[in-house]
């Protein structure tokens, strides 16, 4: 085992534990031992962490669901948690805890507050999470993923990094969107892992209802759940659209990458790979997103000229493919957007997050 060891904590999401996993691999590079927490929904999503990431599942439950009962059970879980994690904390001793957000990181950064190990936080959006948020002040580092409308008052530094990207996705090479064939205009839908109905049966319909002069020239690849996949295909089908329909793509970075519009909701993780490959794009954000923070994601796109945003409350399918069509039209703009897009692209993202941790760890020596 390495001299220095850090722990990574995050809820049980794509978008918490796909940054915990390009720092992971930063800090494997740099000889570090890792060590990543999260319940069994994060420990799921990291099946593609490199082997030497030592992975522990905490048996958690998310405090707003259940009403005051199941808040109770919540709260007795975390404090369980806690006694799981400072077990585990006085076994490898670790030199810095960082936390990605999510109710799962909570017992990891209580703990490492109990032992005096210095805390970081990486938010991936533009707005602190409610867990980031509640320990801003304990953090001796904070970095936003997505630049936030104003720079928060708190006690440690705060910087915008980036969201740091995997290793799988680096390792792609972007095409040029200008070299794209236009012949047949291929769509990539993605629902996200919350409100993903919206997006799949407003996105398909519109799709459906285009023109069919301009329905003969696109080729959609359609992201929805399985129990909406059926569905979803057969009107497809029915309206004579060439699409392929799953639950989840495993070559996701070959549809970005081939893509010429990608419809989607406003997740950091998902905005992050839309601007590594360059890609335009049609946003409706998520409207009970915590904080409102994926609206704000999703200004910050459009202020930067890389996407087109609609409010699901005023979204129509009719209005969506309206959009579509405009996009469709219009190689200018769609060429536009996606340089927009690759010009917000920070492919070290993951070095400069874990460098500044790593300059402020040199030196300090674990409090016993």
């Not at 009403?67 to 709260?75: E, N, R, Y």
Request: hydrophobic share 40%.
């Amino acid at each position: 085992m390495s001299s220095k060891s850090i722990i990574l904590a995050a809820g049980g999401s794509g978008g918490h534990v796909f940054p915990a996993q390009a720092i992971a691999e930063n800090f494997l590079s740099k000889h570090w031992s890792v060590v990543f927490i999260s319940d069994s929904r994060g420990i799921e999503f990291s099946k593609t962490f490199p082997p030497a990431v030592s992975k522990f599942s905490l048996g958690l439950k998310n405090p707003r669901s259940g009403g005051v009962f199941g808040f109770l059970i919540s709260i007795f879980l975390i404090v369980r948690g806690l006694f799981t994690v400072l077990k585990l904390y006085f076994k490898i001793r670790p030199n810095v805890v960082v936390g990605f957000g999510g109710y799962p990181s909570v017992p990891a950064l209580i703990a490492a507050m109990i032992l005096r190990i210095p805390i970081a936080i990486h938010e991936q959006n533009t707005i602190l999470g409610s867990v980031n948020s509640l320990f801003r002040n304990k953090a001796f580092f904070i970095g936003f993923g997505i630049e936030p409308p104003k720079m928060p008052n708190v006690r440690g530094k705060a910087a915008v990094t980036g969201n740091p990207i995997r290793e799988s996705l680096l390792s792609v090479t972007p095409l040029s969107y200008g070299g794209l064939k236009e012949d047949i205009i291929k769509i990539l839908i993605i629902g996200g892992s919350q409100g993903a109905t919206f997006i799949s049966t407003t996105g398909c319909k519109a799709i459906c209802e285009l023109p069919s002069v301009l329905k003969a020239r696109v080729e959609v690849y359609h992201q929805c759940r399985l129990e909406e996949n059926y569905e979803v295909k057969n009107e497809y089908t029915n309206s004579g659209v060439l699409a392929s329909t799953k639950p989840f793509f495993t070559n996701i970075e070959e549809l970005l990458n081939t893509s010429h519009l990608v419809i989607c909701r406003a997740g950091a993780s998902t905005l992050t790979e839309l601007c590594l490959f360059g890609r335009p794009s049609l946003i409706i954000p998520l409207p009970s997103s915590s904080k409102n923070h994926q609206v704000f994601n999703a200004k910050f796109m459009e202020k930067n000229g890389a996407s087109v945003v609609l409010y699901q409350s005023e979204t129509t399918s009719e209005l969506l493919s309206v959009e579509i069509a405009n996009f469709i039209k219009d190689r200018k703009l769609r060429a536009l957007m996606a340089q927009s897009a690759l010009n917000l692209s920070n492919r070290g993202a993951g070095q400069i997050f874990a460098e500044k941790i790593i300059r402020k760890i040199d030196g300090i020596v674990y409090e016993k």
